[in-house]
């Protein structure tokens, strides 16, 4: 609308802010600390801006220390010492988060504890109530329940709910609302006046969650985190954006944390599209399911990595003692999902049934399924083989949309991308539900079935439980 010019943002919302329609691309990064392991209080280097409507009035960088920053902060889980519980027992206790589609307050914790399913209703579920400004409301009040703003300010997407943001967070913990905080590092353990627990003794009245399912001291967020996530950004318009006026030194930030800013992310609305944008010199590398190869190697581009993935090996050593190991595994399963309660349901008999799949062009849920019925019945009219699927990518309007949720957008139904919330693996498992075969890669089942995150989660103890769900074989026999 260039109502303004730049807006910071948490790292979470950067990849959604260079979506269409609003392209924006980042222009400055915050940095935290430095690479030789210097205690983050007093070393913060932070941009702070000052934005009135039309133009960047003032822009100042607070420079505490100049030794190699770093672009990313840690997500952590902040409990009170002495309560009773670990990361792998969190369902039913009170959360606290920073608002919905943060980082650190949402995006990086409901994956780990949810990760086949952590929308909104699914959040709602798992805890007993839960504070997460920017939910909605009126569908999901669990969200909002432990939220102090009164009347439209209560649950609010902005400081008007006084437990918005990492400070809001942390003071929903401290009050004794919620029994877990979500927010990053440096919210308590951070440069002044962002340092919640400025004296040592406060410090110790608190604690981390670690992923192993074991607590450390606050102090020891660098071994006892959820995840090392990019750090907010300032954003700006990709056309005319001002960048020299927003940050004279810089010409783009370092999206890449991880890369230390050797790499740059682009983003395109699809796999064909990456791909466009690679044989026409705009991208250099991406990384794309086995389904595109074909398409990639006729527009030019060829394979230079392949993914292995690990397998876990159990066994008996010496003296009857349990061994384990990881091993490689090339390539990977197409496995087709099945309730157990349609004990008939075989190859032969998908003709007319529901059906949930990956997406449009990807090995497992679209290449291979579908040159097994194509095999069958030598037609490639999918749309009237199934009566109603989600097939992200297809026609919209067609038949293999129906079962398709989108996002928050109608252009979004359907989407070959996240933008759809049943694309890829965990999105088809989202919509079992509805459907009666799914078809995706192995390991997505076997995540269910061994990450103790996702162990109380009601999709995930069914699957572990096997009592609901089997695979299906390629031949016309049942399993």
Same mark, same amino acid.
């Given at each position: 609308?260039?109502?303004?010019?730049?807006?910071?943002?948490?790292?979470?919302?950067?990849?959604?802010?260079?979506?269409?329609?609003?392209?924006?691309?980042?222009?400055?990064?915050?940095?935290?600390?430095?690479?030789?392991?210097?205690?983050?209080?007093?070393?913060?280097?932070?941009?702070?801006?000052?934005?009135?409507?039309?133009?960047?009035?003032?822009?100042?960088?607070?420079?505490?220390?100049?030794?190699?920053?770093?672009?990313?902060?840690?997500?952590?889980?902040?409990?009170?010492?002495?309560?009773?519980?670990?990361?792998?027992?969190?369902?039913?206790?009170?959360?606290?988060?920073?608002?919905?589609?943060?980082?650190?307050?949402?995006?990086?914790?409901?994956?780990?504890?949810?990760?086949?399913?952590?929308?909104?209703?699914?959040?709602?579920?798992?805890?007993?109530?839960?504070?997460?400004?920017?939910?909605?409301?009126?569908?999901?009040?669990?969200?909002?329940?432990?939220?102090?703003?009164?009347?439209?300010?209560?649950?609010?997407?902005?400081?008007?709910?006084?437990?918005?943001?990492?400070?809001?967070?942390?003071?929903?913990?401290?009050?004794?609302?919620?029994?877990?905080?979500?927010?990053?590092?440096?919210?308590?353990?951070?440069?002044?006046?962002?340092?919640?627990?400025?004296?040592?003794?406060?410090?110790?009245?608190?604690?981390?969650?670690?992923?192993?399912?074991?607590?450390?001291?606050?102090?020891?967020?660098?071994?006892?985190?959820?995840?090392?996530?990019?750090?907010?950004?300032?954003?700006?318009?990709?056309?005319?954006?001002?960048?020299?006026?927003?940050?004279?030194?810089?010409?783009?930030?370092?999206?890449?944390?991880?890369?230390?800013?050797?790499?740059?992310?682009?983003?395109?609305?699809?796999?064909?599209?990456?791909? +466009?944008?690679?044989?026409?010199? @705009?991208?250099?590398?991406?990384? =794309?399911? *086995? !389904?595109?190869?074909?398409? /990639?190697?006729? #527009?030019?581009?060829?394979?230079?990595?392949?993914?292995?993935?690990?397998?876990?090996?159990?066994?008996?050593?010496?003296?009857?003692?349990?061994?384990?190991?990881?091993?490689?595994?090339?390539?990977?399963?197409?496995?087709?999902?099945?309730?157990?309660?349609?004990?008939?349901?075989?190859?032969?008999?998908?003709?007319?049934?529901?059906?949930?799949?990956?997406?449009?062009?990807?090995?497992?849920?679209?290449?291979?399924?579908?040159?097994?019925?194509?095999?069958?019945?030598?037609?490639?009219?999918?749309?009237?083989?199934?009566?109603?699927?989600? +097939?992200?990518?297809?026609?919209? @309007?067609?038949?293999?949309?129906? =079962?398709? *949720? !989108?996002?928050?957008?109608? /252009?979004?139904? #359907?989407?070959?991308?996240?933008?759809?919330?049943?694309?890829?693996?965990?999105?088809?498992?989202?919509?079992?539900?509805?459907?009666?075969?799914?078809?995706?890669?192995?390991?997505?089942?076997?995540?269910?079935?061994?990450?103790?995150?996702?162990?109380?989660?009601?999709?995930?103890?069914?699957?572990?439980?096997?009592?609901?769900?089997?695979?299906?074989?390629?031949?016309?026999?049942?399993?």
């Amino acid at each position: 609308a260039h109502e303004a010019d730049a807006v910071m943002v948490d790292g979470g919302l950067v990849y959604e802010a260079g979506l269409r329609p609003y392209n924006l691309k980042p222009v400055v990064a915050e940095f935290y600390g430095s690479k030789d392991g210097a205690s983050p209080v007093g070393t913060r280097v932070s941009v702070l801006t000052q934005l009135l409507w039309g133009e960047a009035r003032t822009l100042s960088v607070l420079y505490l220390q100049r030794t190699n920053p770093q672009t990313h902060h840690y997500a952590v889980a902040v409990v009170k010492k002495g309560s009773n519980f670990q990361l792998n027992q969190l369902q039913g206790k009170k959360s606290c988060h920073t608002g919905l589609g943060w980082s650190a307050g949402w995006n990086i914790p409901m994956r780990i504890l949810l990760p086949s399913d952590w929308s909104q209703e699914a959040v709602a579920k798992f805890f007993a109530g839960s504070c997460v400004p920017c939910a909605d409301q009126s569908n999901f009040p669990q969200l909002c329940q432990l939220c102090a703003g009164k009347g439209m300010d209560k649950c609010a997407c902005s400081h008007h709910e006084p437990y918005f943001g990492y400070s809001g967070a942390f003071k929903c913990l401290q009050d004794g609302v919620g029994d877990v905080s979500f927010v990053r590092h440096l919210t308590v353990f951070g440069f002044p006046p962002l340092e919640n627990l400025a004296n040592q003794a406060d410090r110790d009245q608190y604690e981390l969650l670690c992923r192993e399912n074991t607590r450390m001291p606050v102090d020891a967020y660098k071994e006892c985190h959820l995840a090392r996530v990019p750090s907010h950004a300032v954003v700006a318009r990709s056309v005319d954006g001002k960048e020299d006026l927003i940050w004279e030194l810089l010409n783009q930030a370092q999206w890449s944390a991880l890369s230390g800013g050797i790499l740059k992310c682009t983003t395109e609305e699809s796999a064909e599209d990456c791909i +466009a944008a690679i044989a026409k010199g @705009e991208a250099d590398a991406m990384s =794309l399911d *086995g !389904g595109f190869i074909y398409t /990639a190697g006729k #527009c030019g581009l060829v394979p230079v990595l392949a993914e292995n993935y690990c397998k876990w090996r159990g066994g008996e050593g010496l003296g009857g003692t349990e061994i384990a190991s990881w091993y490689l595994l090339q390539g990977y399963y197409v496995v087709a999902v099945v309730k157990k309660s349609d004990a008939d349901l075989t190859w032969s008999s998908l003709r007319g049934k529901k059906s949930c799949h990956t997406a449009v062009g990807t090995s497992a849920g679209w290449n291979i399924p579908m040159g097994f019925i194509y095999n069958q019945t030598g037609s490639c009219k999918f749309d009237e083989f199934f009566s109603e699927s989600c +097939a992200p990518g297809s026609d919209p @309007e067609s038949s293999l949309c129906a =079962l398709c *949720g !989108g996002s928050f957008k109608p /252009a979004h139904m #359907c989407a070959p991308n996240s933008h759809e919330q049943y694309y890829g693996s965990s999105g088809a498992l989202r919509q079992v539900a509805s459907a009666h075969c799914l078809w995706l890669w192995h390991q997505t089942i076997e995540s269910l079935v061994l990450s103790p995150f996702s162990a109380p989660h009601h999709l995930s103890a069914a699957f572990r439980r096997g009592q609901d769900w089997r695979t299906g074989t390629a031949d016309s026999q049942g399993p």
